[in-house]
């Protein structure tokens, strides 16, 4: 039976990986992510490209979010920055995939600072509400700037090439996908092991006492939004690579409510929580789609009344979730961890 962790370094009390138990699945996911791609189909590695995807955007609002306690409805808006971006360089100056990644996380970090400069003076729904004003000027933008955005006809884009290996199918581009999210899941990780981290949870928790102890709110909340909007940039140039056209409306309001229910959902102030709810969003939408084309099969006039059930039946099951687990997935997997590592004892 597993009695306890002792640490007798800094250190190891640090460590991301703290048991060898721990490092072992770790391998063992990290083969298992390898062997993924060879063995699913299209479908498959078309829904695992978009999942990825949708976690390094959900880690950006956690981080600004779960973390740094600053709320955001305009997450969206900044991923459609990336992808915007991303899609002029590589249309208009032909520039490679791997310098329009980290070009459209930065292009989404400066907007993202201009954005989050009003949060020294507001917080909470005034905040919110600053953010909702955001979504919509960069939507007004998207649509009315067609001489560089091309408006609601939007901009094409070739499949990436990487070192000369062009990603043109769902199983080239998972090799792309992969990566990154690696990246963006340790980088993440990592910055609260930093003063940066800390900093925000203490905002989070209590900004007149992060104050008193030294913080400068002002400069970290802006950290906040940079490294918030730079992830949702990333994700908008992975996006936009992968589907291979950007248009407006891929990125509404209602995207960015996605975003902020996948960390709802997953667990605020949670990497795997983040993991979990970005698979959550992506996943069970189709498997709701799933399930209505058997009844389709069985009865085709029902998918008139049987379709607007799915997102019926969607949010009931997000909102009976929230209620019953408020702390989202995070916590449904930390208490099934506790049980079989204490099985047959109860405490």
């Known amino acids: 039976m597993h009695i306890g962790n002792f640490k007798e370094t800094y250190d190891a009390d640090e460590a991301v990986f703290r048991t060898p138990t721990v490092r072992w699945w770790m391998g063992a996911l990290f083969v298992a ?15 695992a490209n978009l999942t990825g995807i949708a976690i390094v ?13 600053q709320i955001s409805l305009g997450h969206a808006a900044f991923v459609g920055v990336g992808a915007y971006t991303s899609a002029i360089l ?20 400066a907007l993202g600072v201009i954005v989050g400069a009003p949060s020294m003076r507001m917080k909470g729904l005034y905040l919110c509400i600053a953010t909702l004003a955001a979504q919509m000027i960069f939507m007004f933008v998207f649509i009315h700037w067609e001489s560089l955005t091309g408006g609601i006809r939007g901009i094409n ?3 990436p090439t ?6 043109d199918t769902e199983f080239k581009y998972y090799f792309v996908t992969l990566p990154v999210v690696i990246l963006a899941v340790a980088a993440t990780r990592n910055i609260f092991r930093t003063r940066v981290g800390r900093a925000f949870i203490a905002i989070r ?18 950290y906040a939004f940079a490294i918030s909007s730079f992830m949702a940039g990333v994700a908008g ?18 995207e960015s409510i ?32 799933n399930i209505l084309s058997i009844f389709q099969a069985m009865n085709p006039t029902a998918m008139s009344y049987l379709f607007p059930l799915q997102s019926v039946v969607f949010g009931a099951m997000i909102v009976g979730f929230l209620v019953l687990e408020p702390h989202g997935l995070a916590e449904i997997w930390r208490r099934m961890k506790d049980f079989f590592r204490l099985w047959p004892f109860e405490y």
Do not use: Q
């Open 33 to 47: 992510l390898a062997i993924f791609p060879f063995a699913a189909d299209d479908y498959l590695l078309y829904m």
């Open 57 to 69: 955007g959900a880690l950006g609002l956690n981080i600004l979010t779960g973390f740094a306690g």
């Open 90 to 109: 590589t249309t208009r100056l032909g520039m490679p995939f791997l310098l329009c990644l980290p070009l459209s996380g930065l292009m989404a970090a």
């Open 157 to 159: 884009v070739p499949p």
């Open 162 to 167: 990487i070192f000369g290996l062009k990603a």
């Open 205 to 222: 928790d209590r900004d007149i006492s992060a104050e008193l102890m030294g913080i400068n709110l002002f400069r970290y909340k802006l």
């Open 237 to 254: 140039c992975l996006w936009v690579n992968f589907i291979k056209i950007v248009t407006p409306e891929h990125f509404p309001l209602h």
């Open 258 to 289: 996605r975003y902020l229910a996948m960390i709802i959902v997953g667990g605020l102030g949670s990497v795997l929580g983040t993991i979990f709810g970005a698979i959550f969003m992506t996943l069970v939408p189709e498997i709701l789609k």
